[in-house]
């Protein structure tokens, strides 16, 4: 199995800066990819960026000069950086892992979610 844990989430005003962390842990052999989703009340979720297994990084336009993905290897540890928050980031945050795993199965995993409130 493998476990997705997300933290950093909160409260915070309109212009400010939030890093939210997903360590992943488990039956893990290599990580093919790693995602940042959101949900926000009414919506569907949608695709906020990934990192790869080379740190090649892709973003939502919406979030593209704002939010950063970073990866630490060594603790198999997914960063998002988001900067210049906005009341329409205002969302449930879920971190998601493609993996393979030790039994060589190609998995994919979610995090329960972190809240991030956006005031004006």
């Known amino acids: 199995q493998v476990q997705l844990v997300e933290s950093g989430g909160g409260l915070v005003q309109a212009g400010e800066s939030l890093r939210l962390s997903c360590a992943a842990s488990?039956?893990?052999?290599?990580?093919?990819?790693m995602s940042w989703y959101r949900q926000a009340p009414g919506k569907q979720r949608e695709l906020v960026g990934t990192?790869?297994?080379?740190?090649?990084?892709t973003y939502a336009d919406s979030v593209k000069g704002r939010f950063t993905i970073s990866r630490d290897n060594a603790k198999n540890t997914m960063y998002l950086q988001m900067n210049s928050l906005e009341p329409k980031d205002t969302a449930v945050y879920y971190c998601n892992a493609v993996v393979h795993t030790t039994q060589r199965v190609l998995a994919t995993s979610w995090g329960q979610g972190t809240q991030v409130t956006v005031s004006s």
């Open positions: 990192i790869t297994s080379t740190d090649r990084t």
């Open positions: 488990g039956t893990i052999s290599s990580i093919v990819t």
